[in-house]
């Protein structure tokens, strides 16, 4: 179960295609520079972790969940040496940075995967600023407790604010109820999870929204996962035993939220607080303020929020389901919020992302399109088929592209269930100036067109980044000619 793109059978690659580490990804490399060497290390290898009480077997990033955070300033060269300590190859994929293409660790696609006990030096320069992450590209990996977040300081932040706070979401299964991650994929492989029984979709109207909504309660439909996971994690804990953040009264604090899910959308809130959203992604929007956001596996949200006197819980509650995880935010006196506790901001005014508009500093100037792809996301839980126009990924698979080109994804959703839709190497903008992004949830019924600037030579996967329906076909890659 670990053929994410892990056994590209070279005879099969089409020929006229950039190369990974060809002269056009190596020249784009130039325009970026070369600023001041960031050298840190990265050792995958299986640990033990406490979660709440439990002592389990896993697969983390030094050991630690989640993963240590990384801080690089824009403009910066970041070079991680990397080393695997696991029994099994895997691969570093540095999520929504537009990197050097042969630095994207997919294996088969754009380097050899990193065999057990073997190394491999990563090294590009990042541009842009913002949040993003770190997981491997082979199998469901990720799923185990292998991510970490990689921030990029603004060495001109126009953001005004005292503290930041980075908040990694996950779902867990390892070790908790005897299941593992490839476990729990073959066993939907077989269509067993769900008795092949699918949930009817809400009918979903397309098109766009050139307003804030800010539905109440909104209604989404749909399944946003295939498995209620036992455990939701903040920042490596459970709800029983969360990270408490501490801050001043007045304090305006940064808040970095990033979903590592592997098969789960979290609805997030903060108890007694509004949040202004900044950016999604990465990219500055047009700030909007809302109680609660919805994260599809992949991600980010950055908040401001000001906060206020006393002990607040922050819960991101599983899309669809009961549990939840969550941390708290102390800034003064009084008791901590039970782990239970679902602010009521959770059922408040819900802003998404099609309701944001990019800021105009980000925002991809008026051109006509000059290559349109439509990828109709198929499949079934039932018969976990997932696919995109009914092909299952191989690794010759190229949907074509040329730099320079202004370029138009539609992805329309035949499925039951949520896909987040993500493009390796570029943000792409969604329709009508809304926001740019690497991944947009794409929910039963709709059809969600994105435009990008194909300027990042090389061979981009693009896929669904809930790591079940990657893993079983819902992936391809963009390619450059
Ligand atoms: Cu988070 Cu293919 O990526
Ligand atoms: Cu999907």
Redesign the pocket.
Known sequence: ADGRGAAAASGDVPPGYVTPGGPHVRDAEKRRGNGPVRQLSLLATPTLVQLGGRTVNTWAYDGSLTGPEMRVTAGDTLAVDFANNLPHHTTV?W?GVALRNDMDGVPGITQAAVAPGASFPYRFTVVRPGTYWY?P?VGVQQDRGLYGPLIVDDPREPLAYDKEWVVVLDDWVDGIDGSDPDAILKELNHGMSHGGHEMRAAAAPEGPSRILKGAHSELLGGEAGNVDYPLHLINGRTADDPETFTAAPGDRIRIRLINAGGDTAYRVALGGHTMTITHTDGHPVEHADTDTLLLGM?ERYDVLVTAKDGAFPLTALAEGKKRLAQAVLRTGGGSAPGPGTRPRELDGKLVTAPDLYSAESVRLPERDVERRHQMVLTGSMGRFNWAINHEPFTPSQRYAVREGERVQLVFRNHTRMWHPM?L?GHAFELADGGPRKDTVSVRPGRTVRVHLDADNPGLW?L?C?NVYHSESGMMTVLGYR
């Open positions: 994929h999520h997981h590209h992949s993500h390796h996967m896929h980044h």
